[in-house]
């Protein structure tokens, strides 16, 4: 038997014996990103050395400014591994939002696309974890806000599930969050309303107060791009952070989301030995344990993310 397939014949066995005794994380990065339109090819490629330098699972990015989408469109900002998304297209040259995700390590299926918001659940590919991830682009106009909150609100009743709304609301929720020009308090109180309504907690973007500027001397800074979750995501994922990430193709400042959670326990999974002699099985087991990983510092946790990947493959 080849030493690879030996090793993990013993190695699922020790694996899942052992599961009880210790935590291993399922880890995961999400980049959210007003990139005010996608139409230059320049900026496509500093878009494109944003998303690559980031490593995210999933990339969410609002007002792409893209009427419709070509795959020779999508590889000009998207790295080769985002092989799936939904879109929902701009009208014209205004708005549009994009989903993408590595299936590698998470697995999207559509629930809603709307001219303000894309909702997907996201499945990992390595454990029992899902979410709803809902990603919006508001309106400016304060007199459709009721039609963004209602459209947003009606994905709220599949959100037993751990449920994160992230993206440009163009509006903030404090005064605070605002640095200069009148305060809009009734907007402002609508939205706080709206996130109560639905126990929406904000995740606090830890290197940066603002996230839109106008670019002029003396600018006018507001946090208009943030995240929020209920409270079913603070159970399930213990440890989820946002931080600001350099850019300069945007007025508004990309963010980038990490999230730990201890893998769901599963019921034992049983190596086959005659999968170990088939070839077809060996080919599965020697691609998905070659196969790169990202951002899994823990060897435990990268032994079974592996391990997982294979399960996945042979189930």
């Not at 030493?3 to 013993?10: E, F, N, R």
């Not at 490593?55 to 419709?68: I, R, W, Y």
């Not at 040259?93 to 001219?115: E, F």
């Not at 974890?129 to 106009?141: D, E, G, Q």
């Amino acid at each position: 038997m080849p030493p690879l397939l030996h090793l993990l014949k013993h190695a699922f066995v020790f694996l899942f014996l052992s599961y009880g005794w210790c935590a291993l994380l399922y880890t995961m990065k999400i980049l959210n990103w007003n990139v005010r339109g996608l139409g230059d090819d320049d900026k496509c490629s500093l878009v494109r050395d944003v998303i690559t330098s980031c490593c995210p699972s999933v990339v969410c990015l609002q007002e792409t400014k893209l009427p419709s989408l070509f795959l020779f469109k999508l590889r000009s900002f998207l790295p080769a591994s985002y092989k799936d998304h939904v879109a929902m297209p701009s009208d014209g040259t205004a708005g549009g939002i994009l989903v993408a995700w590595d299936s590698s390590y998470v697995l999207g299926q559509l629930v809603a696309a709307h001219r303000y918001h894309v909702t997907v659940r996201m499945s990992s590919t390595t454990s029992a974890n899902s979410f709803l991830l809902t990603v919006v682009y508001a309106p400016c106009s304060g007199n459709d806000r009721a039609v963004f909150y209602e459209a947003v609100s009606s994905v709220a009743t599949g959100a037993g599930l751990p449920w994160i709304v992230l993206g440009d609301f163009n509006m903030y929720r404090f005064a605070h969050e605002k640095s200069r020009g009148q305060i809009n308090w009734n907007l402002m109180e609508l939205f706080n309303g709206w996130a109560r309504e639905h126990g929406l907690d904000d995740i606090q973007i830890d290197n940066r107060m603002f996230t839109w500027s106008n670019k002029i001397s003396s600018p006018t800074l507001v946090r208009l791009d943030r995240i929020l979750v209920n409270a079913a995501w603070n159970l399930s994922f213990l440890h989820t952070s946002a931080s600001c990430v350099p850019a300069t193709t945007s007025d508004h400042t990309p963010i980038l989301v990490q999230l730990q959670a201890e893998m769901t326990r599963s019921r034992l999974f049983r190596v086959q030995n005659h999968w170990l002699q088939m070839e077809e099985s060996r080919n599965i087991i020697q691609d998905c344990w070659s196969r790169g990983t990202r951002y899994i510092s823990s060897s435990a946790s990268l032994i079974n993310f592996k391990m997982r990947r294979v399960w996945a493959a042979l189930r």
